[in-house]
């Protein structure tokens, strides 16, 4: 298993921008596909983004063309960029990690992932 702790949530304007970080523990980090997840305010918990092990990426139509997801295998990272952030944004964002996918394979379904971050909040104002 690996440990996964999410950093960068805080409070923004709309149109505003933030970076959210996952950091994982071991050296396997390389061998998971991952995803970012949310749930905002009386909400179910929604896919959000994810990204293959080889770099492939798929987004939820919410988040499309302002929401980047990126890893780095090196670093042991994957990082949600947020850009022209909307009061509907507002969520808890959760780090998700599967092991043992194909490389070019994602996944968007929170029964797909084995190991969740605690969760960093995210607070977008008007």
């Known amino acids: 298993q690996v440990h996964l702790v999410e950093s960068g949530g805080g409070l923004v304007q709309a149109g505003g921008s933030l970076r959210l970080s996952c950091a994982a523990s071991?050296?396997?980090?390389?061998?998971?596909?991952m995803g970012w997840f949310r749930q905002g305010p009386g909400k179910e918990r929604d896919f959000a983004a994810a990204?293959?092990?080889?770099?492939?990426?798929y987004y939820a139509d919410s988040v499309k063309g302002r929401f980047t997801i990126s890893r780095d295998n090196a670093k042991n990272t994957v990082s949600l960029q947020m850009n022209s952030l909307k009061p509907e944004d507002t969520a808890v964002y959760y780090c998700?990690?599967?092991?043992?996918?194909?490389?070019?394979?994602?996944?968007?379904?929170?029964?797909?992932?084995?190991?969740w971050g605690q969760g960093t909040q995210v607070t977008v104002s008007s």
């Open positions: 998700a990690g599967r092991i043992g996918a194909s490389r070019g394979s994602w996944y968007s379904r929170q029964e797909q992932y084995e190991n």
């Open positions: 990204i293959s092990r080889s770099g492939s990426t």
């Open positions: 071991g050296r396997t980090f390389s061998r998971y596909a």
